[in-house]
């Protein structure tokens, strides 16, 4: 073999060693689990995929999020997901059954698999609340799995409000006023004190009023109906199981 070829071997080979270490990483960061704290209290828990080791990453994700906060209930979003492996939807059942916390589950038309298995098995032994769409048929019997509290979402808003809760959804034409009659009535937030300056600002009014009143940051709201419905529900029971003192 000349100098020329085994250098043209040389390259080729670094180049399929890096090619691999690449899709092994990419493989590697996809991570099984997203968690978050929403509304200060309710541990919020995304499963992509119902695989091995999931038990362990959602008891990783529970133990991280409950360092710093404490923790009302948790909500396991279960839309889109799937997975075959049996085994790991049953560990991860009895894992939520022993945290005892009030439980809301999230599914839609694309939870499918052992993720199916997965919600109807904490909603049937763990008194865990279904939220969301029909999923898709479960093994062995053939029907959906149907939610206790029907929240209707289109499957590409539930994807873009599952990247951000927070978002505003595109603007719909067929919604806007000239196009329906269900118009919202108007909600005048003027307070009296404005409209008595304003009176005296015309020379008609008393002039020793306060300043006038400056507008608060507006508070970021969970826009994805199923999540902001979830959370009402988690938030709920916690009032109602706080203790008297």
């Not at 704290?37 to 499963?47: G, P």
């Not at 080791?53 to 133990?63: F, M």
């Amino acid at each position: 073999m000349t100098r020329r070829s085994l250098w043209i071997f040389a390259v080729t080979l670094a180049g399929l060693l890096v090619a691999q270490i690449s899709s092994r990483a990419a493989t590697t960061n996809t991570a099984p689990v997203k968690s978050a704290i929403l509304e200060s209290n309710v541990a919020y828990l995304r499963v992509s995929h119902v695989e091995k080791n999931l038990a362990d990453e959602i008891r990783a994700a529970q133990s991280a999020l409950a360092v710093s906060n404490k923790i009302a209930g948790t909500i396991l979003d279960l839309r889109f997901a799937g997975g075959d492996d049996v085994e790991a939807a049953k560990a991860a059942a009895d894992l939520f059954a022993a945290k005892k916390l009030p439980l809301a589950i999230l599914v839609n038309g694309g939870t499918r698999g052992e993720a199916v298995a997965l919600a109807a098995m904490l909603h049937e032994a763990h008194d865990g609340l279904i939220f969301g769409g029909a999923t898709q048929a479960i093994k062995f019997t053939g029907g959906p799995l149907q939610p206790d509290i029907v929240v209707a979402a289109g499957p590409e808003d539930e994807r873009a409000f599952m990247e951000n809760p927070y978002a505003a959804p595109a603007p719909d034409e067929t919604n806007s006023p000239a196009a329906t009659n269900n118009l919202l009535p108007f909600v005048d937030y003027t307070s009296e004190a404005d409209l008595v300056r304003a009176k005296t600002k015309d020379g008609d009014g008393d002039e020793n009023l306060p300043p006038p009143r400056k507008a608060g940051p507006q508070t970021p709201f969970i826009r994805d109906p199923v999540l902001a419905r979830a959370v009402d529900l988690i938030k709920g029971l916690a009032i109602i199981r706080v203790p008297r003192s």
